[in-house]
């Protein structure tokens, strides 16, 4: 009685949360020419919409309309001769279906500090203080440090795993982290489950053995709670911009120092907002500084995102790195590992460079891994469930453990090619 009425609260809360919302829609829009695709996103762009995914020729995209746009969006796309059609009339109802089942998921779960479960989505506070307590009841593998501080001031704390307290030179180091967009609520579990296959359930102990973790699982902590608290869909930081706009929020993954303001938004109001220089935000000078920390043994770097099932790498102008094939490679053989066990009603993943699969995109966080790390990757999580009912960003916590598992199996792919490359470039210089 008591659980229930503490449901029907939180319920009740949620409902006024997600006004902003009502009435927005969301649109799928197919393109039959790459011409046609650039002009959709152009005007995309230019109504500030919220783009989900940019359709290209045999790939629809989904696109966010808020109410009083979408007249002006369909006349467009009807001069246009653009095909498309309303996928959901309003979006409202789906953060409230989403609020209701990850709160009843929440009332029969058994998380505690020093377990988290895989039965629902944790919160930044629940995520620090169980980081902070795996230091503790596991001293000898575990370290938690806090990197700086967001903008708000909330610490910015990371795992650092090792057997030889990263004292071991021939071991590789690999870097992984969730959350950048902080939206993207599945790509949590992923970051998670690594942490307790590497620390508390331990069954491939040539992982944790042979190579030295580093594991970020909130990336962007203000934005996080943001949308938890205010609005579900806030994708940046919560930097303010005092000189004369009302637009908060830096793109985190547009304020990297690779090709940084090329491909990405000068106006502060644009969900690609690339901030007023690269590193400009203390979020991404956190990853900067561990990456730059472990630059000679850094061997694989994963920058885990939501939505779109594809495994994506450098660079976001379309240029491959030299050793772009063994990228592409070892790639295909992570996605190959999650479709393996895959929901069959998820597609298989896509593999390959960001600018030919998706758009370009300059400033990225795995652009910048790439230029001190073999191996970079993006990771975009399934949207799809077995049902179409959640949309996009949205988590069915039916899911959630079978993101995390899914995902790992396609890392610890990932981690065992990075440490075969690993030894083998250390052979080579020995040589
Ligand atoms: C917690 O719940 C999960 C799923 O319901 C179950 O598999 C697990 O054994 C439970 N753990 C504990 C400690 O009760
Ligand atoms: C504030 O907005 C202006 C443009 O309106 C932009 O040039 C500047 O970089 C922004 N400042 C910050 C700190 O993001
Ligand atoms: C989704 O499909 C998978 C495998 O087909 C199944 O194990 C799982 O229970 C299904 N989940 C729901 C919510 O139907
Ligand atoms: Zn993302």
């Given at each position: 009685m008591k659980y229930l009425l503490i449901v029907s609260l939180c319920i009740l809360?949620?409902?006024?949360?997600?006004?902003?919302?009502?009435?927005?829609?969301?649109?799928?829009?197919?393109?039959?020419?790459?011409?046609?695709?650039?002009?959709?996103?152009?005007?995309?762009?230019?109504?500030?919409?919220?783009?989900?995914?940019?359709?290209?020729?045999?790939?629809?995209?989904?696109?966010?309309?808020p109410k009083v746009q979408r007249e002006e969006f369909e006349n467009f796309l009807s001069k246009e001769g653009v095909q498309y059609k309303v996928q959901v009339e309003n979006i409202k109802e789906q953060l409230e279906l989403e609020d209701k089942l990850l709160a009843e998921a929440a009332v029969k779960s058994n998380s505690s500090s020093s377990r988290l479960g895989f039965d629902k989505i944790h919160t930044y506070a629940e995520v620090d203080a169980y980081l902070t307590q795996l230091a503790r009841q596991y001293p000898?593998?575990?370290?938690?440090?806090?990197?700086?501080?967001?903008?708000?001031?909330?610490?910015?704390?990371?795992?650092?795993?090792?057997?030889?307290?990263?004292?071991?030179?021939?071991?590789?180091?690999?870097?992984?982290?969730?959350?950048?967009?902080c939206r993207e609520w599945v790509t949590l579990p992923a970051t998670l489950y690594a942490i307790q296959k590497l620390v508390v359930d331990v069954t491939e102990s040539d992982l944790i053995q042979n190579i030295d973790w580093i594991i970020l699982p909130v990336a962007n902590p203000d934005g996080y709670v943001f949308t938890h608290s205010n609005d579900r869909y806030w994708r940046k930081n919560r930097r303010q911009n005092f000189s004369g706009n009302i637009?908060?929020?830096?793109?985190?993954?547009?304020?990297?120092?690779?090709?940084w303001g090329t491909a990405s938004s000068t106006n502060p109001c644009s969900d690609t907002f690339h901030g007023s220089a690269a590193f400009s935000e203390p979020e991404t000078a956190v990853i900067r500084d561990i990456i730059q920390a472990h630059s000679n043994r850094l061997a694989l770097y994963l920058d885990i995102h939501s939505f779109g099932s594809m495994i994506l790498y450098g660079f976001g102008d379309g240029t491959l790195p030299s050793?772009?094939?063994?990228?592409?490679?070892?790639?295909?053989?992570?996605?190959?590992?999650?479709?393996?066990?895959?929901?069959?009603?998820?597609?298989?993943?896509?593999?390959?460079?960001?600018?030919?699969?998706?758009?370009?995109a300059s400033g990225g966080a795995s652009d910048?891994?790439?230029?001190?790390?073999?191996?970079?990757?993006?990771?975009?999580?399934?949207?799809?469930?077995?049902?179409?009912?959640?949309q996009g960003f949205l988590v069915d916590p039916e899911f959630i453990e079978q993101a995390g598992f899914e995902t790992w199996e396609g890392i610890k792919v990932g981690a065992r090619a990075a440490l075969a490359n690993f030894r083998q470039r250390n052979s080579v210089e020995r040589k």
């Open positions: 809360g949620a409902l006024a949360k997600h006004e902003l919302y009502d009435g927005h829609a969301v649109y799928e829009v197919e393109v039959n020419s790459i011409d046609q695709g650039k002009l959709v996103h152009d005007f995309e762009n230019e109504m500030f919409l919220d783009v989900w995914s940019d359709a290209i020729p045999g790939r629809p995209g989904q696109v966010l309309v000898n593998v575990v370290t938690v440090v806090e990197g700086g501080r967001s903008i708000e001031g909330r610490p910015i704390r990371y795992l650092r795993i090792s057997t030889t307290n990263f004292q071991d030179a021939r071991k590789p180091v690999i870097i992984m982290q969730s959350l950048i967009h637009c908060p929020g830096v793109d985190l993954n547009r304020n990297f120092a690779m090709n050793n772009a094939l063994q990228i592409n490679l070892v790639g295909v053989q992570m996605a190959q590992a999650i479709d393996r066990v895959k929901w069959p009603t998820n597609r298989n993943y896509i593999v390959g460079n960001i600018f030919h699969v998706l758009y370009a910048y891994g790439q230029l001190f790390a073999p191996l970079s990757y993006t990771y975009e999580l399934p949207a799809w469930r077995n049902n179409s009912w959640l």
